[in-house]
């Protein structure tokens, strides 16, 4: 998958990684809501990196820090260093494609490419 290959992201580890955290929120929580609300620890509307890792952590997913990061960063597709709660949907893979996701990090990082060339 050419996205896949310019931004150097492992589809497979990724693909597997968000299903186990898809299976584990529905598990734990009556819906995406409700578990966006409970990892939101500060209330802000938005996950900070600690604050994602952590939750999931406690929530029993246990993850490698490069794996944390590889998901937040898929998630934090504009990399504004947050996750908002429409972003945080997108682990929701019965609802949402992890490829649209992907071509979402891909047109954001080239803009980003594109505006510190200008």
Do not use: P, W
């Amino acid at each position: 998958m050419e996205t896949q290959s310019r931004l150097g992201i492992n589809y497979n580890r990724l693909e597997k990684i968000m299903k186990t955290i898809h299976i584990r929120i529905e598990q734990k929580y009556r819906d995406y809501r409700a578990a966006f609300q409970s990892i939101d620890k500060d209330f802000n509307g938005k996950l900070a990196f600690k604050e994602f890792m952590m939750t999931l952590e406690d929530i029993g997913i246990k993850l490698r820090l490069n794996d944390f990061k590889l998901i937040f960063s898929s998630l934090d597709y504009d990399s504004k260093g947050v996750v908002d709660f429409e972003k945080f949907c997108h682990v929701n893979v019965d609802r949402y494609s992890l490829i649209d996701l992907l071509k979402k990090v891909s047109y954001h990082a080239s803009c980003l490419v594109r505006s510190k060339t200008t």
